[in-house]
């Protein structure tokens, strides 16, 4: 700014009332009851306030500063569900409960914001669900995980199956949280049980075998089927219609009333596939009378309604959920469908390897890969993946012990190869990429991430 420049700025009658306030006087402090107290006023049926500096969120911490540098605490929020509408094997009604719980989560956050605003503080209000940051997409798209700052907040536990079990309203809840300049020192009374009483309901539920009795959760299967109306998986019917060779193959590719469900999705609202995981869970003192009171009874009204459905479950060829939902559920169709995470870069490749990674090709044989792979701006990623009777582990720093596979060259035409854009021989021959060791090893690799 010129000297010109500041001296018309400075008498500028907003800049001069402004100065004639100064100094400004910081506003009163806010305790976490009061804002807690404020969070239940605005609607929400549960709230707590935690500082940003709790230890069970330091992941959470840079990504929450990106988007408000101001923040030092958060405000989680609850907003309960309507159990009988999440229940429903009719979809709609499910999605609509979904979608109502989550405008009213948004609200409650956006009129804890104004409040706090009001009071002379700063506060901002992510969205409940979407839209998120989709720059980053296949990456973390969310500003702030609800789910921890719920726990951290002693609001619920997370349950087997991966959302968080409220001790009143058990699964069905959804979460929003405020993030706000209020510093809260106050530790929250902790809640001294898991809500989550381990019944693997939700275990049988799932048309695609993403809960596992033993707590893994396979990401890629739930994001596959449930989300096939959301994101990539429009993508994915574009990619469809774009290889069809005319409207006849398109409608056999992509059965009528699929297309007319995505339409919906985009026009009102996303579908969500299932949620069967949070519909079947009994857990939480308000609902969990029924399951009590006669089990059998509560499978026959509850869980049978959802695993006899006729539906179609979207999968990945060679997948796990592709083999559980064979087994499980013959009564479903099952439609093969493209990945949904599909990697943009080297970095990203290694970061999704566990999220799409199936256990069932990676059983009763071990082996180690190393891949060098180079940039074109030069830098070069080493990373190691170790794969043994099921299990997976990435290094995607170094590499690290015996390699069974080498894989060194240039960044871009693996990540070709991974998306099967292009042929490994040709590529190997033109001297883009050198592949070392035991070829079959590559070919049981290649099983384990199906795309
Ligand atoms: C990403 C996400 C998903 C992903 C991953 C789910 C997951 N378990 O993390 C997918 C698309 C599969 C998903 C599905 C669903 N979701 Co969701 N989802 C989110 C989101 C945006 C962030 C979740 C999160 O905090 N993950 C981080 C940690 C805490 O999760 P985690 O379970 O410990 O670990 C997993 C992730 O870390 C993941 N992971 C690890 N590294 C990486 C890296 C990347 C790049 C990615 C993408 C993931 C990832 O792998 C782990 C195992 O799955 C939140 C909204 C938000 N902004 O918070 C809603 C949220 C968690 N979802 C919710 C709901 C309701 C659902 C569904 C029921 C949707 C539906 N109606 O069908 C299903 C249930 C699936 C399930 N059993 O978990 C609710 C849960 C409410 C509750 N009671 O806890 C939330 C809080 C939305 C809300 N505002 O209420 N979801
Ligand atoms: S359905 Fe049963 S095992 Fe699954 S989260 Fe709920 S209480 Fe836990």
Not at 130 to 155: C, N, Y
Request: glycine share 6%.
């Amino acid at each position: 700014m010129t000297n010109i420049q500041k001296k018309r700025s400075d008498e500028h009658p907003s800049v001069r009332a402004a100065r004639a306030r100064l100094p400004v006087v910081g506003p009163a402090p806010i305790s976490a009851e009061t804002l807690r107290q404020w969070a239940i006023e605005a609607g929400a049926d549960d709230a707590a306030a935690v500082s940003l500096e709790h230890p069970e969120l330091e992941e959470e911490r840079a990504p929450v500063r990106k988007a408000f540098a101001a923040a030092r605490s958060l405000v989680s929020i609850v907003v309960k569900m309507h159990a009988d509408n999440v229940r429903s094997p009719a979809r709609s009604v499910a999605n609509n409960e979904f979608h109502h719980a989550g405008d009213r989560a948004n609200e409650v956050a956006r009129a804890l914001v104004e409040r706090i605003a009001a009071a002379g503080h700063r506060a901002l209000n992510p969205a409940m669900a979407f839209p998120m940051e989709m720059d980053d997409f296949p990456g973390r798209t969310w500003i702030v995980s609800h789910k921890r700052v719920a726990v951290a907040g002693q609001l619920g536990r997370m349950g087997l199956h991966r959302n968080v079990i409220h001790p009143r309203f058990g699964s069905f809840i959804v979460l929003a949280t405020v993030l706000t300049s209020v510093p809260v020192d106050e530790a929250t009374a902790a809640l001294d049980f898991n809500p989550c009483i381990d019944c693997k309901l939700c275990v049988a539920a799932c048309p695609v075998g993403a809960i596992e009795a033993d707590g893994a959760f396979r990401f890629s299967a739930c994001l596959d089927h449930n989300y096939r109306e959301f994101m990539s998986g429009f993508g994915d019917l574009l990619e469809e219609a774009v290889e069809s060779r005319d409207r006849h193959e398109l409608r056999e590719r992509v059965p009528l009333s699929e297309m007319a469900s995505m339409w919906q999705s985009l026009a009102y609202r996303p579908n969500y596939k299932a949620a069967y995981c949070i519909a079947v869970c009994p857990a939480g003192d308000d609902v969990i009378g029924p399951f009590v009171e006669n089990r059998a009874k509560f499978k026959t009204e509850v869980l049978a309604p959802l695993t006899e459905r006729k539906e179609t479950v979207y999968v990945v060829e060679g997948s796990d959920a592709e083999a559980h939902a064979a087994r499980r559920f013959p009564h479903k169709r099952v439609r093969r469908v493209r990945s949904s995470l599909r990697a943009t870069s080297v970095a990203g490749l290694f970061r999704a390897m566990p999220l799409i990674f199936q256990r069932g090709p990676a059983k009763g044989w071990k082996g180690t890969f190393h891949f060098e792979l180079t940039d074109r701006d030069a830098s070069v990623h080493r990373a190691t993946v170790r794969i043994e009777d099921g299990a997976l582990s990435v290094d995607p720093t170094q590499l690290v012990g015996e390699a069974n596979v080498t894989v060194r060259g240039d960044a871009q035409s693996w990540l070709d190869v991974v998306s099967k854009k292009r042929n490994p021989v040709l590529l190997v021959l033109r001297g883009k990429l050198s592949i070392r060791g035991d070829r079959s090893l590559l070919d049981r690799f290649a099983k384990c991430f199906p795309r």
